[in-house]
């Protein structure tokens, strides 16, 4: 350590002063700091009297009774657990799975207990928000987040089309010459799920 | 006639017992209990200032550990692993439970306000100055943040190395220090009004 008097020691220091745990080089630089900060010098002394508080107050120690009782609670819960690291990774793996067929059979249950038909009458009827890319403005996003963001411009050239996807037919797919990406389709989704349809105005050579 | 001395046997180590334990040596066990129960309690009764609640986060402390000791992986000492899980059990009792006041505690803070002399170390009644400064200290510790209190026991109590209980805590040996320091100033402060030297 410098042999400079610092005008403030860290805690982690004291500490270690208090605990006599300092080299004699540190342990010197220290007191000479501390005859400059009677304060502190002061405070130090009031941590080594209570070490001293703490060592005369002994916790007393319970009964040999008592520690048989205890004893016999221990090996009695220890009796009652699983002995085996992998017997109890086992009945770990048993509980997640019947956990998670029990929530899918609910899922399940849910989605077929709503009729289809229901489903797209009500959203027919519903209205929401169709907003452009330059009304939109992200304040955050999760990082886990980030994959159910649509990056760039839709090639959207005219009004909107609520369809089902019995009533689409697909044509040809080819990747966007931007960024050679391929659009992911709902290729296995039932004839009567509605979708969004951003309508292309095709090129000439790609008419039917 | 010759005098022939015969060394002790040495007592088996913790990896020893825990091994003997594993394969379902009741015996390891009981070795295990019989030399940490001791230390055990004391942290568990400083972070409570009840034996009751000690007893039980023992109890608890050694049921948790060994029953996975799968999760002792062998970075740390046995000691220091079963005093985590220990101190652990004990503050998570003393969240359940709310942390008890000493038997007692009203009475002697309640002395101080009433304008009596405050304990005096030098005083005849040794043992009752114990158990009143012991109270003081137990209603002292309750003023600590628990992470402060956890730290200063298994330092102050346990005895733990600084390195110790920063393997115990999961904590770098630099806040396991500037802990120390702050628990002990807040101590002090509470102590020095009630404590004559």
Redesign the interface.
């Known amino acids: 350590m410098s042999q400079e008097i610092p005008d403030e020691l ?7 002063y ?2 006599g ?1 300092l080299d004699p080089a540190r342990q010197a630089t220290v007191e000479r700091w501390l005859m400059e900060h009677p304060d502190v010098a002061e ?1 130090l002394a ?2 080594h ?3 001293q ?2 060592r ?4 007393p ?2 009964s040999a009774v ?2 048989t009782a ?2 016999e ?3 009695h ?2 009796a009652t ?2 002995s085996q ?1 992998g017997q109890r990774r086992v009945f770990a793996r048993l509980g997640w799975a019947v956990g998670l067929a029990a929530a899918g059979l609910l899922v399940a249950l849910l989605i077929v207990g709503r009729s289809a038909e229901e489903a797209a009458k009500q959203l027919a009827e519903e209205s929401f928000p169709v907003a452009a890319t330059h009304e939109v403005q992200i304040l955050g996003l999760d990082a886990a987040d980030t994959e159910a963001l649509v990056v760039g411009v839709p090639p959207s050239q005219g009004p909107l089309v609520l369809a089902t996807a019995g009533e689409v037919r697909i044509l040809s797919i080819a990747p966007d010459p931007a960024d050679q990406m391929v659009a992911e389709l709902l290729l296995a989704a039932p004839p009567d799920v509605p979708m969004i349809i951003a309508p292309m105005v095709p090129s000439p050579e790609k008419a039917p | 006639m010759a005098v022939l001395t015969i060394p002790a046997c040495p007592a088996p180590s913790d990896e020893y017992l825990l091994a003997r334990f594993a394969k379902g040596d009741r015996s390891a066990l009981e070795e295990l209990f019989r030399r940490y129960r001791g230390l055990a309690y004391r942290v568990a009764y400083r972070l409570l200032a009840h034996e009751a609640d000690a007893l039980d986060a023992v109890q608890n402390g050694f049921v948790k550990a060994l029953a996975h000791l799968d999760s002792f992986r062998g970075k740390s000492s046995f000691k220091t692993w079963l005093l985590r899980v220990v101190s652990n059990a004990a503050l998570d009792l003393g969240r359940q439970r709310g942390r008890r006041e000493a038997i007692g505690l009203g009475a002697a803070d309640h002395s101080l306000a009433n304008g009596s002399e405050p304990l005096s170390r030098d005083d005849p009644t040794l043992d009752l100055q114990r158990a009143d400064l012991r109270q003081l200290l137990d209603a002292a510790l309750a003023t600590l943040p628990e992470a402060q209190r956890q730290t200063f026991v298994l330092h102050a109590e346990a005895e733990l190395s600084y390195r110790e209980v920063a393997e115990a805590l999961g904590i770098s040996i630099g806040t396991v220090m500037s802990r120390l320091f702050y628990a002990r100033q807040k101590l002090r402060a509470y102590l020095a009004p009630r404590i004559v030297r």
């Open positions: 860290p805690p982690e220091l004291l500490a270690a208090v605990d745990k405070e009031g941590h009297h209570l070490i508080v703490w005369a107050t002994a916790v120690e319970p008592t520690w205890v004893f609670r221990i090996k819960s220890l657990a699983p690291p």
